[in-house]
Each structure stands twice: as C-alpha cells, then as structure tokens.
C-alpha cells in the first residue's frame, strides 16, 4: 500500500524560526515534491526533487530550500519563517514516469 | 507559464444528478492528466488518470480527453453527498525535457451535492 507520512499534522512557529518539515515514503519513489496550497491559489510548486542530492526550484522557492540524503527522505526547511509561510504543505511522490503523485496527509503551519 | 484552468465553482448538484467538471490546458505538448479528490482538510488523493483521446470509465467516474481542444472533463454519475469536494484537475508537462513526473494543477472545483 502506498505510504506517504509527513513528521506533523499542525505546526505553529513564530516569526525568524527555522522551520523542518520532514517527508517520507516508502514505495521506492525517485520522484519527490513539495507544495503548499492556499484558498483561491490552489497548489504551487515550491521545490522536487528526483534523486538522492538532487533538487530542482519549482514556482515559489523563495524562503525555502530543501535536503534529500536518502531516497525515503525529502525535507523542507524555512530558513526564517515569516507570516506570509502560514499554509497547508504537502509533500508528494511519484515513481519515473507516467504516472500519478501519492501525497501525505499535510502539515498545517501557523506562524505567528 | 503553461496553465491547468477549471471551471469556477462552486458547482451544487442534487443527489443521484450528473455532475460535469471541466478543465483546460494550456500546454499543447501534456500528455497524461490527472483527477483528485481533496476532502476539506484531507490531502488529495487519485481518481483517475487518462492519456488517450475520448472516454475512460471507472465505476461512476468517466474522464474525457479532447487533446485537439485541449479539454479534459470528469464526470460523476448518480451523485452522491459523500462526493462532495474540491475536484483538482492536472497535466503532466509536455516533451521537451523529463518532467520528473512534475504536475500542473488547477486551482480546483467544489462540488457541493445535496440530498
């Protein structure tokens, strides 16, 4: 059965923390995402990644940077939140391909 | 900036009604488009996925694709409250370069169904 965990469900920081947001899966995927989704913007593309050490910048990088050691492992890092970083992050994977994303359940970020 | 539009909801169907979701791309070159579910505070998860012209059914879920017109639509027959959510439609970049299986997304649709 497909498995992607995400380390919490909600998450409040305050404003200049260093923020980690930790993803798992455990199907193999070479291809892993990280998104976030607002009302009315629906989901954006912050960073993916298709191999160990290996990232690409999607739509909306800025403020963000992510770390790929292992294969299952795919983290998002906010160097210093702001309040504008207050969202839903969703982390998905997808095996090479045509194929589809499997996401996590998502991490609710408050940061005040 | 290629795009992934959809129908502006929020969509309000009677239970056991068809309820018709459509969707637009900009990128003449996707080859794959996908259909989730997101139930409010859940993560989307996969409905269906289509990449040949015409009809794909599952159950009572249809996708249609129209490459030509660069349309994709899903349809939900005999509507149920429990599919109520936002239905997010997404494409694959086209050729030019591996995608690394990266997705366009739409911005979603609420389908509403009352009993």
Known sequence: DVKVTQSSRYLVKRTGEKVFLECVQDMDHENMFWYRQDPGLGLRLIYFSYDVKMKEKGDIPEGYSVSREKKERFSLILESASTNQTSMYLCASSPPGRDTQYFGPGTRLTVL | ?115
């Open chain 2, 1 to 115: 900036q290629k795009e992934v539009e959809q129908n502006s909801g929020p969509l309000s169907v009677p239970e056991g009604a068809i309820a018709s979701l459509n969707c637009t791309y900009s990128d003449r070159g996707s080859q794959s488009f996908f259909w989730y579910r997101q139930y409010s505070g859940k993560s989307p998860e996969l409905i269906m996925f289509i990449y040949s012209n015409g009809d794909k059914e599952d159950g009572r879920f249809t996708a249609q694709l129209n490459k030509a017109s660069q349309y994709v639509s899903l349809l939900i027959r005999d509507s149920q409250p429990s599919d109520s959510a936002t239905y997010l439609c997404a494409a694959e970049p086209g050729a030019g370069g591996t995608s690394y299986g990266k997705l366009t997304f739409g911005q979603g649709t609420i389908l509403t169904v009352h009993p």
